[in-house]
């Protein structure tokens, strides 16, 4: 079974930084497009970011120019570098294939963008 664990949310000021990291117990990542989501309260889960087997990247207008999505095989490890946070970038973020497996989604990590 395969887990996905989220790791490196936090409490930032706007305009602050934050790198967040996926890491599995299987290598998946280069067999599947990877993906970054979030879910902000009282909102619909969203994809936010995708990385391809052969590091293809796509990202939601709202987080272009921001947000970086990579990945290390070797660590089993895809990140999301998120710069200039905004108070709307506020949510539970969570990784998982493109598309989604329901099997795969973990407990996320939360994501508070205040001053």
């Known amino acids: 079974q395969v887990q996905l664990v989220e790791s490196g949310g936090g409490l930032v000021q706007p305009g602050g930084s934050l790198r967040l990291s996926c890491a599995t117990s299987?290598?998946?990542?280069?067999?599947?497009?990877m993906g970054w989501y979030r879910q902000a309260p009282g909102k619909q889960r969203e994809l936010v970011a995708t990385i391809s087997n052969v590091d293809t990247t796509t990202y939601t207008v709202s987080v272009k120019g921001r947000f970086t999505i990579s990945r290390d095989n070797a660590k089993n490890t895809v990140f999301l570098q998120m710069n200039s946070l905004k108070p709307e970038d506020t949510a539970v973020y969570y990784c998982?294939?493109?598309?989604?497996?329901?099997?795969?989604w973990g407990q996320g990590t939360q994501v508070t963008v205040s001053s």
């Open positions: 998982n294939t493109y598309p989604s497996k329901t099997e795969y």
């Open positions: 299987r290598n998946i990542f280069s067999i599947y497009t």
